[in-house]
């Protein structure tokens, strides 16, 4: 109940004033006081309505929240902890629930708005970049709910007039006392939050325990777990794990006897493209393609060439994951040897570590990256500077550049590839760069390439639910500006004198609707259950490895494949592939890391989240008893290059 405010009577005063009795000093000032045991009730209360209103930035409303009573606890735990502790420090509740609307109407909106630019929620260490996060807000169309938002404002100009009105009664305690405790409650609340978060939210058990499609895709972790749950559960997750039983003498002593061979540097220009989301998904029975129309002409033409090697690349994760792909590519490691949790490499990278841009640097080649897309998206202007690229460029490069799709095109991007090429020919020495390009990044939504009767439509032989079609409408549009990448860079390296090398593969498969939906229509397996080889399908872009005739003939290309142990199906996992090219230009035997993983992917192709498919071809859903031992070291090695090694 609130009560009108009753000052104690001064010493002036001839009687004590009635209860409820009020002076023309309170009356003008019109202050309610509530009495200080309700704070805590309302907090709870004003609590779940803050969750509920940030429940409404999500795409859906997990049925898991009410199915699952622990999920909807540990998403609204955080509000009512947050806001009581702010209740302690200020003293008022309704202070304390604007605050606390704020600070996680904020971080809701941030992820959706995230999740809609680029497929990637946020992470705890995205609050360490909120200057660079505004920044590049403006270069994306994003669109926002304003019916929402002006719910939120609504919700906090109430919140905000009710603080201003309204006030707690004070107790008999004395003024240190009630100081103490109030600093004693706002401690106890976060230190339950920090504790929670260190070991609930930490725990793989009560993760798995939650229904989810795609535990490694963080979009779907968190549209299917909770922002809250999610968001907590990354602050320990993005950590390098020590796997069991690491030994570091015995580690050491291990590269110590690795054999190396000198390098025998074939000058080669090496260029890797990582086309976004690049898959042949188009190739299924439902399409009805002629040789004129087939969107993926140029690649299916390369495939066949004499002087290409074909086929799947491996990646750590579906639908996202652009820099764990890079992670994997450009330093042997994988993603998935570095913590037991779906971590962001590049979330736990934080020191200068080896890479094929620095065994190619040490024997003679130029090395760049370039990617028309945010430096500071996933710290990439930090990372490539501790994988040890020369040049490294972004976004800001290209100021002229067409946009398709909300970013920087493939067309605008080739112009840059092949300027970048010929203004480095004069330097004399090699070249070896990686592009990660970035048009045909998702959503596919109707509006992402114009209007719809502007889209180069499909050509099915049966029909598809309407969503699907929409979605792969999209897709397929801009996969045919990658294709027509491909197909004009490779028309241009054909006409050089150079030796050229270009490595073109998908960072992942695109993401086609929940539940795999798009693939699902199209009648695709896509299972989760690794005890069948099909699970992989999910993490299988396909990739081609092309030489020009100068190139063919300096890497003597008839042989190549046989020489490089690539498996008859062409399945290898991305980890290798890098070190596979430094093989391939006679550098892979030069370091002990990559003359490591160079051996092991003879042996094993594929290695992927502790399945495996061997050199004959046979998959094993359990490492093989025999090879066990080679792939924990090859764990062993990588939290040891991680977390011990240095360099200069």
Same mark, same amino acid.
């Given at each position: ?28 000032? *019109? +202050? !309610? ?7 805590? #009730? &309302? %907090?709870?209360?004003?609590? /779940? @309505?803050?969750? =509920? ?18 999920? *909807? +606890? !540990? ?7 947050? #806001? &009581? %502790?702010?209740?302690?420090? /200020? @003293?008022?509740? =309704? ?554």
């Amino acid at each position: 109940m609130l009560h009108f405010w009753n000052a104690r009577p001064g010493a002036h005063e001839a009687k004590r004033r009635q209860p409820g009795e009020k002076t023309e000093k309170h009356k003008k000032r *019109g +202050l !309610l006081r509530l009495p200080a045991g309700w704070n805590i #009730l &309302l %907090a709870v209360v004003l609590s /779940l @309505g803050i969750w =509920f209103l940030c429940m409404q930035t999500m795409p859906v409303i997990p049925a898991t929240f009410f199915t699952t009573p622990l999920l *909807g +606890l !540990l998403n609204w735990l955080p509000v009512v902890l947050v #806001l &009581l %502790a702010l209740l302690f420090a /200020l @003293g008022n509740v =309704f202070a304390a629930s604007a605050v606390t609307l704020v600070l996680f109407g904020v971080l809701n909106f941030a992820n959706q708005l995230k999740i809609m630019a680029r497929d990637d929620p946020v992470v705890p260490q995205d609050l360490t970049m909120v200057r660079e996060a505004l920044a590049a807000a403006g270069g994306y169309d994003l669109q926002v709910d304003w019916g929402l938002v002006a719910l939120f404002v609504l919700a906090l100009a109430v919140l905000v007039v009710l603080a201003a009105l309204v006030r707690t009664r004070r107790t008999r305690l004395s003024a240190a006392a009630r100081v103490l405790g109030r600093l004693a409650g706002c401690i106890g609340c976060i230190g339950i939050l920090a504790g929670l978060t260190l070991t609930v939210y930490a725990s793989a058990d009560v993760f798995n325990s939650f229904p989810c499609t795609n535990r490694f895709n963080m979009t779907t972790v968190y549209d299917q777990t909770g922002f809250h749950f999610a968001f907590l559960r990354n602050v320990t997750q993005n950590n390098l794990q020590k796997p069991e039983g690491f030994d570091k003498a015995a580690t050491e002593q291990a590269i110590a006897a690795t054999e190396t061979t000198p390098a025998d540097p074939n000058p080669v220009n090496v260029i890797f493209i990582m086309s976004e989301a690049f898959c042949d998904i188009t190739d299924d029975d439902a399409f009805a393609w002629t040789e004129d129309n087939d969107p993926l002409k140029n690649f299916h033409a390369l495939e066949q060439s004499e002087n290409a090697i074909s086929g799947r690349l491996i990646v750590p994760n579906y639908g996202g994951g652009t820099a764990n792909t890079e992670f994997d590519v450009l330093t042997g490691m994988q993603t998935a040897m570095l913590s037991d949790a779906g971590v962001s490499s590049f979330r736990v990278l934080h020191k200068n570590v080896d890479s094929v841009f620095r065994v190619a640097d040490r024997n003679g080649w130029q090395t760049a990256f370039i990617h028309p897309g945010k430096a500071w998206f996933y710290n990439r202007q930090n990372i490539y500077k501790w994988l040890g690229a020369q040049q490294i460029v972004f976004e800001d490069a290209f100021a002229d550049a067409q946009y398709k799709g909300g970013y920087v095109s493939d067309a605008s991007l080739t112009d840059y590839i092949i300027e970048d090429y010929e203004s480095k020919l004069a330097d004399g020495s090699p070249q070896f760069t990686y592009v990660t390009t970035i048009q045909n990044h998702m959503s596919y939504t109707e509006s992402k390439y114009g209007k719809a009767r502007d889209l180069y439509q499909l050509s099915l032989a049966e029909e598809l639910p309407e969503e699907a079609k929409t979605m792969l409408t999209v897709y397929t549009h801009g996969l045919r500006d990658a294709d027509a990448m491909l197909g004009e860079l490779v028309s241009y390296f054909e006409g050089r004198d150079e030796p050229v090398l270009l490595i073109w593969f998908g960072d992942h498969l695109p993401s086609m609707g929940d539940d795999y939906m798009c693939y699902r229509a199209l009648g695709m397996e896509m299972t989760d259950d690794r005890e069948s080889e099909a699970w992989l399908d999910a993490y299988a872009p396909p990739f081609v490895m092309w030489a020009n005739d100068a190139g063919a003939q300096a890497l003597d290309f008839g042989t190549l494949a046989a020489r490089l142990g690539i498996p008859e199906d062409g399945k290898i996992s991305a980890s290798f592939l890098g070190a596979a090219v430094l093989d391939t230009v006679g550098c892979g035997e030069s370091d002990p890391f990559f003359a490591f993983v160079n051996s092991l992917r003879r042996e094993l192709p594929v290695v992927q989240r502790g399945t495996a498919i061997d050199a004959q071809g046979a998959y094993h859903a359990e490492i093989p008893a025999g090879l066990a031992d080679t792939v924990q070291e090859y764990q062993d090695r990588t939290y040891y290059r991680m977390k011990y090694e240095t360099l200069e």
